[in-house]
């Protein structure tokens, strides 16, 4: 008798529900020429959980490059953290910008 913990059970319920991840995001820091060093590791280290160092490379990073990789997020996680660096950013009156792109 087959019982829905069964795991031939779980396989074939997954097959029916068509499971499946959710679409991930990657949220991008943009460079410009006037929001200080310091605020885009702070940006780093509060909205996107970064350590010091990791925050620093991902900054200069950015700096150099033009833009850089803050994380990747599923839709709605990656909509607030653009939101959030947008606001903080505005408050102190920061070009700084921040995308999001589907992976
Ligand atoms: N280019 C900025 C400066 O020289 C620093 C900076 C880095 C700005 C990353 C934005 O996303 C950014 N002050």
């Given at each position: 008798m087959a019982s829905k913990f069964d795991t031939e059970s779980i396989v074939l319920d997954n097959a029916e529900n068509k499971i499946k991840p959710p679409d991930m995001y990657r949220v991008v820091l943009l460079n410009d020429h006037y929001t200080p060093m310091d605020f885009v590791i702070e940006i780093l280290?509060?909205?996107?959980?970064?350590?010091?160092?990791?925050?620093?490379?991902?900054?200069?990073?950015?700096?150099?490059?033009?833009?850089?990789?803050?994380?990747?997020?599923?839709?709605?996680?990656?909509?607030?953290?653009v939101q959030q660096v947008d606001q903080l950013a505005r408050y102190e009156e920061y070009p700084l910008k921040c995308t999001m792109e589907r992976t």
């Open positions: 280290r509060t909205v996107f959980h970064k350590n010091p160092v990791e925050a620093t490379k991902i900054m200069f990073e950015v700096h150099r490059k033009g833009s850089g990789l803050a994380g990747v997020y599923i839709h709605d996680i990656a909509a607030t953290k």
